[in-house]
């Protein structure tokens, strides 16, 4: 992937040593923005993400904080600033699973989930939006005062048992996002989501890695195929590029059609 579309632009991308957040960050660089790649336990992933993105030419800065906490944030735009000398694109992508049966799901599982994959969210977002509205708008750059892309879930719209505590951030993160889109339109700043479905990332493994877990997880794609990083990662370059600058406060999903309700296609 190699559009352009992104040239110039200065963009962060929050759990960027692996999965989705990786694929971002490197189609964002290919795409021609300066990438600030954040990683809260993976070091050597996301120093290997930024030389590999180096030796092709492009600009990565790997940047170490913990999202869910506020001084984290805070640590994240303030490297913003100094590596990278402002901010277009914040892609909002930290996450993770914490699965248990409601009854036995811990208080602490709860918060943690919460904490990251939505708290921590809409803290980066809110440093994000206040760094926009310091900069200013340069049309130079972007019609856009600033984009922020939240890494939803197909789970913002279907319920997923043994996993309450995700559902119910990828749900809350789903008006939060709308919520600010309403709120942030009229300043130019454009806040949208991306919305995955089955994509191949280790948080995931279990469930297509063997031909059992593979076959099992296909029943639920009416596509046929279980995703790929690289599908999210070209419409997150999309969402942040100036072709998509009518695009507000919607979620896009890249699920092969799982949020069709695969299970009724034969009349039900």
């Not at 990278?84 to 989930?113: H, M, P, S, Y």
Request: charged share 25%.
């Amino acid at each position: 992937m190699s559009d352009r579309s992104l040239r110039g632009q200065r963009a962060l991308v929050t759990g960027a040593s692996s999965g989705i957040g990786e694929a971002i960050a490197r189609a964002f660089a290919d795409a021609g923005a300066s990438v600030l790649v954040n990683y809260r336990s993976g070091r050597d992933d996301a120093e290997r993400i930024v030389r590999e993105i180096r030796e092709k030419g492009g600009r990565g800065v790997p940047v170490h904080a913990d999202v869910s906490k506020p001084e984290g944030c805070r640590r994240l735009f303030d490297a913003v600033q100094q590596e990278l000398g402002g901010i277009d694109i914040v892609v909002a992508n930290a996450g993770i699973q914490r699965d248990a049966a409601f009854t036995d799901l811990t208080l602490e599982d709860w918060r943690q989930v919460i904490d990251v994959n939505l708290t921590g969210q809409f803290l980066c977002a809110q440093e994000a939006v206040r760094c926009f509205r310091r900069q200013g708008l340069d049309t130079a750059r972007s019609r856009a005062l600033g984009k922020i892309v939240f890494t939803s879930s197909v789970h913002q719209a279907i319920p997923w048992a043994g996993h309450s505590n995700y559902a119910s951030a990828k749900g809350g993160l789903k008006l939060l996002m709308e919520t600010m889109a309403q709120e942030l339109a009229s300043e130019k700043i454009r806040v949208n989501a991306i919305a995955p479905g089955a994509i191949k990332t280790a948080i995931n493994r279990e469930a297509w890695e063997s031909e059992a877990g593979r076959k099992r997880l296909l029943e639920l794609i009416p596509y046929g195929r279980i995703g790929e990083p690289e599908d999210v990662a070209k419409v997150a370059v999309w969402l942040a590029s100036d072709d998509s600058d009518y695009v507000v406060g919607t979620t896009m999903f890249v699920d092969g059609g799982m949020t069709l309700y695969p299970a009724f296609r034969e009349g039900g």
